[in-house]
């Protein structure tokens, strides 16, 4: 019992961590984090780029890059490398007030059409945890169900207490991986685009001579469906479905 409390500990520690990729570079950080502190927000992206560009990706670096861009009043870009962060850390409210903010203060950007609340519970639920944590919790309940089963061996007949367990471990099990899945989705899906550049039109087809549909604002958050030559096919939060220039935005 004493060893389950505390890797129940351990787990439920680690879902709190802020997941990074890749080794960085301590001393390039360390410098850009003083550019940041003293507001030179140009020199502290630079360096912020460059550490990212060496396949570095970490919460606290996306969220510094938000902050310069925001500083340089570069609205779109701030929501960007916010967007990257919560990616890293879907259930860190600081960075959901801090980007809620960034969205307040540009409203000609469109919130969307509020997603089903069955959705929105999922949706809630899901980001409790990462994705290594979801996948450890599914090992866990499904070796819980294992261990049930084998309690029952020599297994002439399991009780109605021992199904009860099994299938209620079973369901964790599937529930977590149902999870993991979609916190894997959330991390690694690169379908969803922040619109950067200014002045963006959305076009019937994948040419400038194409009926134009409506104006994205900068900032605005699409969804690609579909990429030809250089431009890109893209649906935006109200359902409309239209083409953009490939460099007119950046994925998250």
């Known amino acids: 019992m004493k060893r389950l409390f505390l890797y129940f500990s351990f787990v439920f520690s680690?879902?709190?961590?802020s997941p990074s990729i890749g080794s960085p570079n301590e001393t390039m950080i360390k410098s850009a984090q003083d550019f940041l502190s003293s507001k030179d927000y140009p020199k502290a992206l630079e360096l912020y780029?460059?550490?990212e560009s060496e396949q570095y990706q970490s919460t606290e670096l996306y969220k510094n890059m938000a902050i310069a861009y925001a500083g340089l009043n570069n609205d779109a870009?701030?929501?960007l490398y916010y967007e990257k962060a919560l990616?890293?850390?879907p259930n860190n409210s600081s960075l959901k007030s801090d980007l809620d903010i960034i969205v307040k203060r540009n409203p000609e950007l469109d919130e969307g059409v509020p997603p089903f609340i069955l959705l929105?519970?999922?949706q809630s639920f899901t980001t409790l945890f990462n994705l290594t944590i979801w996948s450890v919790l599914s090992l866990l309940f499904f070796g819980l169900a294992?261990?049930?089963l084998y309690k029952q061996l020599p297994m002439p007949g399991m009780t109605k207490k021992s199904y009860t367990y099994l299938g209620i471990a079973l369901t964790l099990a599937f529930l977590c991986i149902?999870?993991?899945n979609s916190a894997y989705q959330r991390q690694y899906n690169q379908s969803?685009?922040?619109i950067t550049e200014t002045a963006v039109v959305l076009k019937t087809g994948p040419d400038a001579e194409s009926p134009d549909i409506e104006k994205l604002p900068s900032g605005s958050k699409v969804v690609v469906n579909e990429q030809i030559g250089d431009w890109v096919q893209v649906h935006t939060t109200l359902g409309d479905v239209g083409w953009i220039k490939v460099d007119q935005g950046q994925k998250i």
């Open 178 to 180: 149902l999870a993991s």
């Open 77 to 79: 870009l701030a929501i």
């Open 87 to 89: 990616k890293l850390s």
């Open 146 to 148: 294992g261990f049930v």
């Open 120 to 122: 929105k519970v999922w």
């Open 14 to 17: 680690v879902a709190f961590v």
């Open 49 to 51: 780029h460059t550490i």
């Open 192 to 194: 969803q685009m922040i």
